[in-house]
């Protein structure tokens, strides 16, 4: 099995008046079809971790490879070039562009990577989006839409242009117990019937417990400073 991500000893500091430790000499890998959640206290690096691994942000010291590819000498294009096609991003809010409708938000990355015809972009926005339950929503605006549905709006629109990472930063932080557990069931499907990665940053201890493997953090550090690894069901 490739690793979709490897990190060794990645560093973040922000050279502040005081500077400031982000996260600290994280080692690890990631591989293919792994459904990973990022735990740890409020401000243990969780979010500042997601940023590196996503090309994002740039580390201070450390090797990062994604997919592959070590990123150090590469240019803002180049990163941005490997965020387009290979990683997919969730956030907490889910970030869609309030003018345009469901079909067209999850368009907009296929658009900036013009790889497919416009007819063929509409279509497979249209099946994403009936793939995720939102076939009677796709003409319809963010604001049109309960905050379950844009979420799933916001995964489908991480698919558009079929990466293999997704990179979910709370996910499910924002809604209530069934929309989680709707959004939740999503992100497993993609990994155990799509083939994707995905890591999820999440503070709901529950649902840590139901993925692959979790990294926890603490002052931003890995809690023991290696995965945490548990057997995987069947
Ligand atoms: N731009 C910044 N300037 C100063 N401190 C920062 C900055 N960004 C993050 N931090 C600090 O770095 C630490 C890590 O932040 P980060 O957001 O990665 O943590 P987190 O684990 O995701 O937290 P939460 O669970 O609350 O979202 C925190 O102490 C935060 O206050």
């Known amino acids: 099995m490739s690793n979709l991500i490897e990190a060794r000893n990645l560093t973040r500091i922000l050279r502040e008046t005081v500077p400031v430790t982000l996260v600290k000499n994280i080692t690890l890998a990631i591989g293919e079809r792994e459904f990973v959640a990022v735990t740890g206290p409020s401000g243990s690096g969780k979010s500042s971790l997601l940023y590196l691994l ?30 387009l096609s290979t990683i ?7 970030f869609l562009l309030p003018e345009f409708t ?16 416009r007819p063929a972009m509409r279509e497979r926005a249209g099946e994403l989006l009936r ?14 839409m309960s905050g379950g549905q844009r979420q799933r709006v916001a995964v489908a629109r991480a698919l558009a242009n ?44 529950d649902m840590a417990a ?10 931003g550090m890995l809690d023991g400073n290696l995965p945490t690894e548990t057997p995987k069901p069947g």
Do not use: W, Y
Request: charged content about 30%; cysteine-free; glycine content about 8%.
């Open 54 to 83: 996503g090309l994002l942000d740039r580390p201070t010291e450390g090797t990062l490879f994604v997919a592959g590819r070590e990123t150090e000498g590469m240019s803002e294009a180049e990163r941005a070039a490997i965020r």
């Open 88 to 94: 997919g991003f969730v956030f907490q809010f889910h």
């Open 102 to 117: 469901a079909r067209e938000n999850v368009e907009i990355p296929m658009r900036r990577l013009a790889k497919l015809s």
């Open 131 to 144: 793939s995720l339950g939102l076939g009677d929503h796709l003409d319809k605006r963010p604001d049109q």
């Open 162 to 205: 079929d990466p293999p990472l997704i990179l979910a930063d709370e996910p499910t932080g924002s809604l209530d117990s069934r929309n989680s557990e709707q959004v939740f069931t999503i992100l497993e499907a993609l990994v155990r019937e799509r083939g994707k990665t995905v890591v999820a940053v999440t503070h709901d201890l």
């Open 210 to 219: 139901r993925m692959d493997r979790r990294l926890h953090l603490i002052d």
